[in-house]
């Protein structure tokens, strides 16, 4: 086996700017440089016997930040936050928080949208959307002959 000396020129070092991204490289970099800083929180939607329930993370945000409205059975989840940034600092990068975002859901016909609660406790905003009287499970009956 031979070792082999590589002595690079100096313009292929990597500059003060490079070697920090490096270190910080992620995901993100394949995608695109803000792909992080521009994408929409994460949502669980649950269905129950009454009704769903969405969990929309986003923390760092406080509920007066949302807007959550019900057009023609579209739900609409909307945020906007504004950000003071100092003079002084000068970010490198920055994928710290969502500065705004939309996220819409068609609701089915089952759902009741005059019926519709939403909290925002610790950093996930939760929505129950309750049922129709009408698209509620029954319980199974037994029909007799005659």
């Known amino acids: 086996m031979n070792?082999?000396?590589f002595k690079p020129a100096a313009t292929t070092w990597p500059t003060f700017d490079r070697v920090f991204d490096d270190?910080?490289?992620d995901i993100s970099t394949t995608v695109g440089r803000d792909s992080l800083v521009n994408s929409k929180p994460a949502v669980n939607i649950v269905e129950n016997k009454d009704g769903f329930a969405i969990e929309l993370a986003a923390?760092?945000?406080?509920?007066?930040?949302?807007?959550?409205?019900?057009?023609?059975?579209?739900?609409?989840?909307s945020a906007s936050k504004e950000t003071e940034q100092e003079e002084s600092n000068k970010y490198r990068r920055r994928e710290f928080s969502y500065l705004t975002f939309k996220r819409s859901f068609h609701l089915p016909n089952t759902i009741d949208a005059n019926n519709i609660t939403a909290k925002y406790e610790n950093g996930v905003l939760s929505l129950q959307l309750a049922k129709k009287e009408e698209a509620k499970e029954k319980p199974a009956r037994t029909i007799e002959i005659g």
Request: aromatic letters at 12%; proline letters at 4%; hydrophobic letters at 40%.
């Open 3 to 5: 070792l082999v000396r």
């Open 23 to 25: 270190f910080f490289k």
């Open 59 to 77: 923390p760092g945000l406080t509920k007066e930040d949302f807007n959550v409205s019900v057009e023609k059975n579209t739900l609409t989840i």
